[in-house]
């Protein structure tokens, strides 16, 4: 009884979460059919489409470190969603933003966590830049979606009463 509440819980947030890490994973697949390695495809004048991997973790961090950051950024991205499902069961009803943007984490978590055991790497495909001279690191729709997460958090944080008579 009690676990079935707690699925119940967590149902609608592992739905959103499925449905960001296969749009996810169709545009990383899409990318991937359509494009050379390195290639890019200009869209705007500030983005272009380019196919990349990433061996490392955000801006390629430990990118060159021979193999066992895979294994490492794994066993994170799993602890991550075991330790956000956990909260979701707890919170899903009652903190909705809060839930959004851990489900948003989630997501983006479970999408590169894919890309890491089947592929090795990560799979980016989203270049900003400015004219020729600046370059984001490439990225994808789960860093996107790790991105929003943390921001929504941010603003919570930020904006979020604290209950009477307590101060933070």
């Known amino acids: 009884m009690?676990?079935?509440?707690?699925?119940?819980?967590?149902?609608?947030w592992w739905?959103?979460?499925?449905?960001v890490y296969a749009l996810d994973?169709?545009?990383k697949q899409g990318v991937e059919a359509n494009l050379n390695y390195g290639q890019e495809i200009p869209l705007l004048p500030f983005f272009d489409l380019t196919l990349r991997y990433n061996t490392g973790a955000a801006f390629s961090f430990l990118a060159e470190a021979g193999g066992w950051q895979r294994w490492f950024f794994s066993l994170i991205a799993i602890a991550v969603v075991l330790g956000i499902s956990w909260r979701l069961s707890k919170i899903g009803h009652t903190h909705k933003l809060e839930a959004l943007s851990?489900?948003?984490?989630?997501?983006?978590?479970i999408g590169n966590l894919h890309d890491r055991l089947a592929y090795g790497h990560v799979i980016d495909f989203i270049q900003v830049?400015?004219?020729?001279?600046w370059y984001f690191p490439a990225f994808?729709?789960?860093?996107?979606?790790?991105?929003?997460?943390?921001?929504?958090?941010?603003?919570?944080?930020l904006f979020q009463k604290s209950p009477k008579g307590k101060t933070e």
């Open 2 to 12: 009690l676990m079935t509440a707690m699925l119940k819980r967590v149902q609608r």
């Open 140 to 157: 994808n729709i789960a860093d996107s979606a790790i991105t929003i997460g943390v921001a929504l958090m941010l603003v919570e944080g």
């Open 102 to 109: 851990l489900t948003l984490i989630m997501a983006g978590a």
């Open 129 to 133: 830049h400015w004219q020729s001279t």
């Open 25 to 27: 994973w169709i545009t």
């Open 15 to 19: 739905a959103l979460a499925i449905a």
